[in-house]
């Protein structure tokens, strides 16, 4: 079983609607968790990051955690053709120190179409 | 210069040849990473380092060597190259390392292997 697991897609969305990116992963200590956008050769950047259960909002972004069911979703309303990326959900495990390694899922990729 | 710069971007080398990736935060942090990122798989950690101390080494053959001779900056030295060693090659940095800290990306150095 992959540690992190996203459906590597494409998901495509039409411009102005929600686009949901979703994500499990198997730790059940982990405790960080973290979505990225890429843009096509370009490096990963910071777009949310969420370490309760519950819902995190920011502009058109929102995160959802429930770490009973070990799943961190992306919520992106009103998507815009920039959207189109692949975004990659990380978690972080704390694991025996104060240092966790973060674990990427695959990424899925999405385009918005105008 | 601010954020996390890498040179070069992009590199191309023999089986033969060595070489060496820079990287150099100008966030003030503490903790630095090399990931390797390949066509249609996971980013890798491959090094961590907390404080100039390498604290995770995941599995990387001999033939990458780190190096970080304080906090700013971090080097990978690589020899004797095999082409599936071919990929983008990024480094991050975070605060001081904690499980809870976002990490801030540089864009990476493309690397072919021929």
């Known amino acids: 079983q992959k540690e992190v697991e996203q459906n590597s897609g494409p998901l495509s969305v039409p411009e102005g609607a929600i686009a949901s990116l979703n994500c499990t992963y198997s730790d059940r200590v982990s405790q960080s968790f ?13 777009i949310m990051s969420i370490y309760s259960n519950g819902d995190k909002e920011d502009g058109r972004f929102t995160a959802q955690l429930n770490k009973a069911s070990q799943y961190v979703s992306l919520l992106i309303r009103d998507s815009q053709p920039s959207d189109s990326a692949t975004y990659l959900c990380a978690v972080k495990s704390r694991g025996g120190t104060s240092y966790g390694k973060l674990t990427f899922g695959q990424g899925t990729i999405l385009t918005v179409h105008p | 210069e601010t954020g996390v710069t890498q040179t070069p971007r992009h590199l191309v080398m023999g089986m033969t040849n060595k070489k060496s990736l820079k ?8 903790a630095m990473y090399w990931y390797k990122q ?21 599995s ?28 983008l090659y990024l480094c991050a940095s975070s605060a001081t390392g904690q ?3 976002t990490q801030y990306f540089g864009p990476g150095t493309r690397l072919l292997v021929l």
């Open chain 2, 99 to 101: 499980y809870q800290e």
């Open chain 2, 23 to 30: 990287c150099e935060q100008h966030l003030g942090h503490n």
């Open chain 2, 60 to 87: 990387v053959p001999s033939r990458f060597s780190p190096e970080c001779p304080n906090s700013s900056h971090l080097f990978l030295h690589l020899h004797t190259l095999q082409p599936e060693d071919s990929a």
């Open chain 1, 34 to 46: 973290f979505w990225y956008r890429q843009y096509s050769g370009k490096s990963p950047e910071l």
């Open chain 2, 38 to 58: 390949s066509a249609k798989k996971p980013l890798e950690l491959m090094f961590v380092y907390n404080f100039k101390e390498q604290t995770e080494n995941n």
